[in-house]
């Protein structure tokens, strides 16, 4: 099991900026990727962006390229979410995912078996 807990979302105004955090507990050493989707009410959760656990094998969505950045810090068990030039259709509830173990699936497509609480990002136009 992993236990993953999100912070850093809040309230920020369109081109502002925020950073997301990811904290992972567990069975930390079995991690292979983790990601971060985003969800309205009512529509699906959509993949934002991912990292290896090892390497520095990155995968963005393209409304985000280009202003969000994932990064990871091992030591930490953490994986952060710097995002620039937010948008108001950013605004969205961000989940943090983590997959253990190997896959050949492309980090934006293969599945994550783990998902924290959800931390709100709301962005004013």
């Known amino acids: 099991q992993v236990q993953l807990v999100e912070s850093g979302g809040g309230l920020v105004q369109a081109g502002g900026s925020l950073r997301l955090s990811c904290a992972a507990s567990g069975r930390t050493s079995s991690i292979y990727a983790m990601a971060w989707f985003r969800q309205a009410p009512g529509k699906e959760r959509d993949f934002v962006a991912a990292?290896?656990?090892?390497?520095?094998?990155?995968s963005y969505a393209d409304s985000v390229k280009g202003r969000f950045t994932i990064s990871r810090d091992n030591a930490k068990n953490t994986v952060y979410l710097e995002m620039n030039s937010l948008l108001s259709e950013d605004t969205d509830i961000y989940y943090c995912?983590?997959?253990?173990?190997?896959?050949?699936?492309?980090?934006?497509?293969?599945?994550?078996?783990?998902w924290g609480q959800g931390t709100q990002v709301t962005v004013s136009s």
């Open positions: 995912a983590a997959r253990l173990g190997y896959t050949a699936r492309p980090l934006g497509v293969m599945k994550y078996d783990f």
């Open positions: 990292v290896k656990w090892s390497g520095s094998s990155t």
